[in-house]
T-cell receptor
């Protein structure tokens, strides 16, 4: 079945450091891929998405490229800020599934030191 | 623009009690979902709905029931709460197609 695997956390970085959070997926078709962010005490918010191979999603300085050949969708940011501290979820939606159901990874907690 | 609203935000139940969680969306979305979030396990789909009057089981449906009598509301019921149902519950909605979800802010449920 479809699944998402992302790097375990927690990840702790200093402010202005470069961020990479790895995500790989398994899917039978050609899924849409997402990154969601969850700030403390809140629900998940869509951060970025990509719907086909080689698409790059970007938002708030974060980027991720849909790599079909490596089945990956790694999240990157060039210079993190304390306000980026949150839990990040990689996710996929199989275009063939009913109701556009999304499968989530287990989440990666990111902490940024001032 | 409220988006997705969940009530209540917190609740403590005793084992065997029942309760209903309410989710309301004002975006005219067709699809609605209930997930539970547990430490280290990400989000797991409980039930979902593709339109008014329809419901379907997700990954972990046992012990829960749902109803969608109106397009904007999706109710999650626990008939006889168990400690294993202690979790944070999230409702989400989406329009047709792979556009991603809009989430509510969650309900933290503790069953003692």
């Amino acid at each position: 079945g479809n699944s998402v695997t992302q790097m375990e956390g927690p990840v702790t970085l200093s402010e202005e450091a470069f961020l990479t959070i790895n995500c790989t997926y398994t899917a039978t078709g050609y899924p849409s891929l997402f990154w969601y962010v969850q700030y403390p005490g809140e629900g998940l918010q869509l951060l970025l998405k990509a719907t086909k191979a080689d698409d790059k999603g970007s938002n708030k300085g974060f980027e991720a490229t849909y790599r079909k050949e490596t089945t990956s969708f790694h999240l990157e940011k060039g210079s993190v800020q304390v306000s980026d501290s949150a839990v990040y979820f990689c996710a996929l939606s199989d275009k063939g599934s009913s109701a556009s159901k999304i499968i989530f990874g287990s989440g990666t907690r990111l902490s940024i030191r001032p | 623009n409220a988006g997705v609203t969940q009530t209540p935000k917190f609740r403590v139940l005793k084992t065997g009690q029942s309760m209903t969680l309410l989710c309301a969306q004002d975006m005219n979305h067709e699809y609605m979902y209930w997930y539970r979030q547990d430490p280290g396990m990400g989000l797991r789909l409980i039930h979902y709905s593709v339109g008014e009057g329809t419901t379907a089981k997700g990954e972990v449906p046992d012990g829960y029931n749902v109803s969608r009598l109106k397009k904007q509301n999706f109710l999650l019921g626990l008939e006889s709460a168990a400690p294993s149902q202690t979790s944070v519950y999230f409702c989400a909605s989406s329009r047709q197609g792979n556009y991603g979800y809009t989430f509510g802010s969650g309900t933290r449920l503790t069953v003692v």
